[in-house]
C-alpha cells in the first residue's frame, strides 16, 4: 500500500492512566475510504484508542499521522477542523434544542463571519446560514429523518438520538468519522437500519470510518477490515475472516485459564 | 379488450360527451399550460422546502420523459409500471406514458417481490419508472424472471452509483435522452399526444382483491375524465383548491383525487416530504379539499387525544367540555332540530377557544370538503371532525368504476349513508340485494381476464358486490360485503363487517375479524392498537415488553370486554342483527399484516386466509378453552420469515338481553 493512499497512522502509541496501562504500543494504519471496525472484550482499551485518535487523550508514547503531517499533541477542537468527526457511546446531544439545531451545531467550524452580522442576519450571514442549512438539510434526507426535524432531541427513542448524533457528526463533513458503538442498545431492525446508514455515508460521501462495535456479524457486514484489541495491545489485524481465525481473539473472547 | 363494455362506453358517451381535443389527459394538461401558465400544478417537499411546479413545467417535464422513453424504444401500447411514494416525477412519467399512447401500471410502493412479479408479469409492462434504489433493487429481481420488463428508470440517485446493469437509466439521463430525441424528431410529441382518443385505455389500476389474484381493471381516459369532471362540478372544485397527494398511487382514490381531478380541474396537488411527515406538511399546505380512509380520520384522533391527555388538566378539561357542546350541536344540525340558544352560544365561544385552533393544528383550518370512504366510519369519529366545522362527507365507489359512484351532497350529510349518485350513475338493488351500478366510470374490463369481467359486468352494469338498501331520499346504504352476510347455525342473520366496524369505532382495537356463518354464535379476533393501549396502559403504569404481551395482559383484556359489551349493547338497538352478539373473543398476538396476506394492501380483511390461518384459535373459541397456544408465520419487509410463538386466552362477553324477547 503506498503511503499516500493512508488517512491515518497511529505508530506504537500507548496510554497510561496513573498506574492502570490502557494502551500498550499499539500500531495501526487506515487507508482512505475504508470502514474499519475495532473490536475487543470491555476494557479492552477500544474506546481510550477512538480518544486518543479525535485529540481527547493524549498518548504518553508514540505518534500519529493524519493526512501524512504528524498531529499527536493537537486539541480536540484543533483535530475536529482537520476534518475528523466523532459519535459517543452514551448519547451526546443537546436535549433540549431541536433535531435540526442539534445538526447546525455539526456546522460551527464551517461558519466565519462576524457577530454583528450574524445578530443581524444580514448579507453574508444570511447566505451562509441558508448554504448551512442546505447541508445540514441533505444530510436529515439522506438519514431519513424528516419527521423529527422539530423534534426536540431529548425526546426521541434512543435509536433515533443516534441517527441524530451521526447526522451532526456528517454535518462537519469529516474524513475520517469515528463511530463509538453505533449500535450498541439497539433492537436488530434498527441495526440493520444503522448498518445502511453507515455503507450509505462510505459510500455516498467517501467518508473513511473507523467505528468500534461488538455485534460481530454487524462487523462481518459492514467492514473489510478488523482490528482486535485485548488488555490494551493489538492481537490482531486483518480481514474479518482472518481476525475471526486468529487464536488470540478467540482466546480474547471466549477466555482462557490464565496460568 | 372487452366487447360488451365498449358499447356500453360509447352510450354512456353520447349522454355526457368530451369536448373534442380535451378527451385525454395529456391534452387536458396542454389546455392548463395554455390557460394557467404560471398557475402552480404540483409541489413536493424536498430538502425541507417546498418545490413548485407550474402547469407549463408539468407539461414541459412529460415531454421531455415522454421522448426519453421513446428513446428507448417505448411504442404506443406499452405499459410502464409506476413504484414509488407521490413524487411529481412519477405523476409526469404517467402523463408522459398516455402521451406515447401507452398504459401506466401504479404499483402499491411497499408490495413484496411476489406480488410485484405477478402484475409486471401479468401487464406485461416493459418499462418502469420507479422513486429509489428500494424498489430498482426488487425491480431488477423480479427483471431476472420477466425479462420482457426492458427498462427500469429512476428518480433518486443515492446508492445507485456502483450499479452497471445497462437496464437501467437514471431520470437525469433520460431527460437528456428526451432532449436529443425531441431535437431529432420535432413534432413527435405532439403528434402522439394527438393520436390519443377518449377510448384509449387511461390507466390499469391492479385491484389487491380479498381473495385470489389481484385483478387489472382497465380504464379509458373517457371513464376516468367524465367521472373526474362530474365530480368536480358536482363538489364545486376550482383551480385555487389544494390537495394533498399522500395515499398510494396505485390505488384508484389517489389516481382521481390527485390526478385527474387536479388535471380536470387545474387546481394544485402538494407531495408530502414522506409518509411519516404528512401531518406536519398538511399544516403547511393547508388543503381545501382532503380525503382520507376512516383510519387515517382515526390515527389523526388518536393522536389529538393522547396530547390531549397529556396536556395540563385545565386545558384538558376545557377541551373536552367545549367537543361535548360540539358534539351535541352536530346531533341536532345533522338530525335537522333547533339548536338551543345557550348551546349556540356556547358554541362560538368553543370556536375561538378550541375548534379554530384545533382545526388549524391538524392542517384541516381551509378544508372546503373532505371525504371518507372505503369503510364505514365510526359515528363518533365522524361527528367529531364535523362538530369541529370540519365538512367530512361519506362517498362510494370502486376501482371499476373510477373511484367514484355516490358523494354525499353539502347540507344533506348522513352518518348511515355513502350519499347520492353523481351525475351520469344510475344505481339498482338486485333481487338478492346487491347494488349495481351504470356510470360513464364504468371499467373497460380486466385486463387478460375475460371471465372475472362477464361475472362482474353485465349489459354495462357493475356487480359491485355490496349489500345495500336505496333510501326514499335518494341515499344508498352498504350493510356488508355481499357474499359476508351470512347466518348463524340456528339461521340468525349476521354481517361481520357491521359488528367489526362498530368494534373498530373503539380508539384500542385497530382491527377486527368476526366469525359465525354456520356456527352456534358469533366469535371475534380483535387486534388491540399498539399507540392507544399503550399509553393507556403506561397512564396506569402497566409494563409491558411488546405488542403480544401486552395483548395478553389481563387488564387489557377486561378493557377490550368493556368495549366489547358497548358493541352488544348497541346491537340490541337493530332488530334485523340483535341477535348476532359477540359471545366470546380473544385478542390477537400479532397485528394482521398486508405482508402477511391477512389484510389487503388498502387494509381489507381477508376472511378466508384467516379463517384457514388461524383455525386453531378459532377451533379454540368454539370450544370450552380458555386459552390457546399458536405459532404464527410472520414476513417481514424483505420477504424473509419468521415465527411468532404466543400462548393467547380466550374470553367470553357480556351478552344483553333483548327486550320482548323470551
Not at chain 1, 493524519?66 to 482537520?82: I, S
Not at chain 2, 409518509?275 to 381545501?288: C, F, N, S, Y
Request: net charge neutral; proline share 4%; glycine share 8%.
Amino acid at each position: 500500500m503506498s503511503p499516500s493512499a493512508l488517512l491515518l497512522e497511529v505508530h506504537e502509541v500507548s496510554v497510561r492512566f496513573g498506574a492502570v496501562q490502557a494502551l500498550t504500543k499499539v500500531s495501526l494504519a487506515v487507508a482512505r475510504g475504508e470502514i474499519v471496525a475495532i473490536i475487543g472484550p470491555n476494557g479492552a482499551g477500544k474506546t481510550t484508542l477512538l480518544n486518543v485518535i479525535s485529540g481527547f487523550y493524549h498518548p504518553t508514547e508514540g505518534h500519529l499521522v493524519f493526512e501524512g503531517r504528524d498531529r499527536t499533541h493537537l486539541k480536540p477542537y484543533a483535530v475536529a477542523a482537520l476534518g475528523i468527526a466523532r459519535t459517543f457511546q452514551n448519547v451526546a446531544l443537546f436535549k433540549g434544542m431541536s433535531v435540526l439545531d442539534n445538526i447546525m451545531t455539526g456546522r460551527l467550524l464551517k461558519m466565519k463571519g462576524s457577530f454583528l452580522l450574524e445578530a443581524l442576519y444580514w448579507g453574508p450571514a444570511m447566505r451562509q446560514e441558508l448554504a448551512h442549512r442546505a447541508a445540514v438539510e441533505r444530510i436529515i434526507d439522506f438519514l431519513e429523518i424528516e419527521a423529527i426535524r422539530k423534534t426536540p432531541a431529548g425526546r426521541l427513542p434512543y435509536g433515533l438520538q443516534k441517527r441524530v448524533e451521526l447526522a451532526r457528526a456528517l454535518a462537519a463533513e469529516p474524513t475520517l468519522l469515528l463511530l463509538d458503538e453505533p449500535m450498541a442498545g439497539m433492537n436488530v431492525e434498527e441495526k440493520e437500519d444503522m448498518c445502511r446508514f453507515i455503507l450509505g455515508v462510505n459510500d455516498e460521501f467517501g467518508t473513511t470510518i473507523a467505528l468500534i462495535e461488538h455485534d460481530m456479524s454487524v462487523v462481518m457486514d459492514i467492514s473489510a477490515h478488523v482490528i482486535a484489541l485485548d488488555y490494551g495491545r493489538k492481537i490482531a489485524d486483518g480481514t474479518p475472516d482472518e481476525v475471526r481465525a486468529n487464536q488470540a481473539v478467540i482466546d480474547a473472547y471466549l477466555g482462557v485459564a490464565h496460568a | 379488450m372487452a366487447g360488451p363494455s365498449a358499447a356500453v362506453s360509447s352510450l354512456a358517451f353520447a349522454a355526457h360527451a368530451l369536448e373534442p381535443g380535451l378527451d385525454t389527459f395529456p391534452k387536458l394538461v396542454w389546455r392548463n399550460a395554455e390557460r394557467w401558465p404560471r398557475r402552480i400544478a404540483i409541489r413536493e417537499k424536498d430538502l425541507g422546502i417546498w418545490q413548485s411546479y407550474t402547469w407549463t413545467d408539468y407539461l414541459a417535464e412529460a415531454r421531455l420523459i415522454a421522448l426519453g422513453l421513446a428513446a428507448l424504444g417505448f411504442r404506443r401500447g406499452d405499459k410502464t409500471a409506476i413504484v414509488g411514494d407521490n413524487r411529481p416525477q412519477l405523476y409526469w412519467a404517467m402523463l408522459a406514458t398516455q402521451a406515447l399512447g401507452g398504459i401506466p401500471v401504479p404499483l402499491y410502493q411497499d408490495s413484496i417481490e411476489k406480488e410485484m412479479l405477478y402484475i409486471i408479469d401479468h401487464a406485461e409492462a416493459r418499462f418502469a419508472v420507479v422513486e429509489d434504489q428500494e424498489q430498482v433493487d426488487k425491480l431488477r429481481r423480479v427483471r431476472a424472471e420477466c425479462p420482457g420488463l426492458q427498462s427500469i428508470v429512476y428518480d433518486d440517485p443515492r446508492g445507485m452509483r456502483h450499479y452497471a446493469d445497462p437496464c437501467l437509466t437514471s431520470l437525469h439521463d433520460l431527460r437528456e435522452l428526451g432532449a436529443q430525441f425531441g431535437r431529432a424528431h420535432p413534432g413527435y410529441f405532439d403528434e402522439e399526444v394527438a393520436k390519443g382518443v377518449a377510448g384509449d385505455t387511461a390507466v390499469i389500476c391492479y385491484t389487491s382483491g380479498t381473495t385470489g389474484q389481484p385483478k387489472g381493471t382497465m380504464l379509458t381516459h373517457g371513464n376516468v375524465i367524465l367521472t373526474a369532471r362530474n365530480a368536480v362540478q358536482r363538489e364545486g372544485l376550482r383551480e385555487t383548491d389544494e390537495v394533498m397527494a399522500y395515499l398510494p398511487m396505485a390505488w384508484v382514490g389517489d389516481h382521481i383525487f390527485s390526478y385527474a381531478q387536479s388535471v380536470v380541474a387545474g387546481f394544485a396537488t402538494s407531495c408530502p416530504e414522506s409518509a411519516p411527515t404528512v401531518l406536519a406538511d398538511m399544516k403547511e399546505i393547508g388543503p381545501t379539499a382532503f380525503f382520507a380512509p376512516p383510519r387515517i380520520w382515526e390515527n389523526i384522533l388518536t393522536s389529538v387525544m393522547i396530547r390531549i391527555d397529556d396536556s395540563a388538566r385545565l386545558k384538558r378539561r376545557m377541551v373536552h367540555r367545549f367537543l361535548d357542546i360540539a358534539r351535541r350541536v352536530e346531533r341536532g344540525r345533522l338530525a335537522h332540530q333547533a339548536v338551543p340558544l345557550g348551546d349556540r352560544v356556547l358554541h362560538q365561544l368553543g370556536r375561538i377557544l378550541v375548534y379554530g385552533p384545533l382545526r388549524d393544528n391538524l392542517g384541516l383550518g381551509r378544508i372546503r370538503v373532505a371525504y371518507t370512504a372505503g369503510e364505514a366510519i365510526g359515528p363518533e369519529l365522524f361527528e367529531f371532525y364535523r362538530s369541529l366545522g370540519i365538512n367530512v362527507k361519506q362517498l362510494y365507489g370502486m376501482t371499476e368504476s373510477s373511484a367514484l359512484i355516490c358523494i354525499q351532497r353539502d347540507g344533506d350529510v348522513k352518518l348511515d349513508t355513502v350519499g347520492t349518485p353523481l351525475p351520469g350513475v344510475e344505481l339498482r338493488i338486485s333481487e338478492s340485494g346487491e347494488v349495481l351500478f351504470r356510470s360513464p366510470g364504468v371499467f373497460q374490463g380486466y385486463y387478460k381476464n375475460p371471465d372475472a369481467t362477464r361475472e362482474t359486468l353485465e349489459d354495462g352494469w357493475v356487480r359491485t358486490g355490496d349489500a345495500g338498501v336505496l333510501g326514499r331520499d335518494g341515499h344508498l346504504r352498504i350493510i356488508d360485503r355481499a357474499k359476508d352476510v351470512g347466518r348463524l347455525a340456528d339461521g340468525t342473520l349476521f354481517a361481520p363487517k357491521f359488528l367489526e366496524n362498530k368494534l373498530k369505532f373503539s380508539p384500542y382495537v385497530k382491527e377486527a375479524v368476526c366469525i359465525g356463518s354456520g356456527r352456534p354464535c358469533v366469535a371475534a379476533l380483535i387486534n388491540i392498537d399498539l399507540a392507544a393501549v399503550g399509553n393507556w396502559a403506561e397512564r396506569r403504569n402497566i409494563a409491558y415488553t411488546s405488542y403480544t404481551d401486552l395483548a395478553q395482559k389481563s387488564e387489557v383484556y377486561e378493557l377490550i370486554r368493556g368495549e366489547v359489551a358497548r358493541v352488544n349493547r348497541s346491537l340490541t338497538e337493530d332488530e334485523q342483527l340483535r341477535r348476532a352478539q359477540i359471545r366470546k373473543f380473544l385478542l390477537l398476538h400479532k397485528e394482521l399484516d398486508p405482508d402477511d396476506q391477512e389484510i389487503t394492501r388498502t387494509r381489507k380483511v381477508r376472511r378466508g386466509f384467516i379463517a384457514q390461518k388461524y383455525a386453531t384459535l378459532i377451533d379454540a373459541l368454539y370450544s370450552d378453552r380458555d386459552h390457546v397456544a399458536i405459532d404464527a408465520q410472520v414476513t417481514y419487509e424483505d420477504g424473509r420469515t419468521g415465527t411468532v410463538r404466543a400462548d393467547v386466552r380466550i374470553h367470553e362477553a357480556e351478552i344483553f338481553a333483548i327486550e320482548g324477547a323470551p
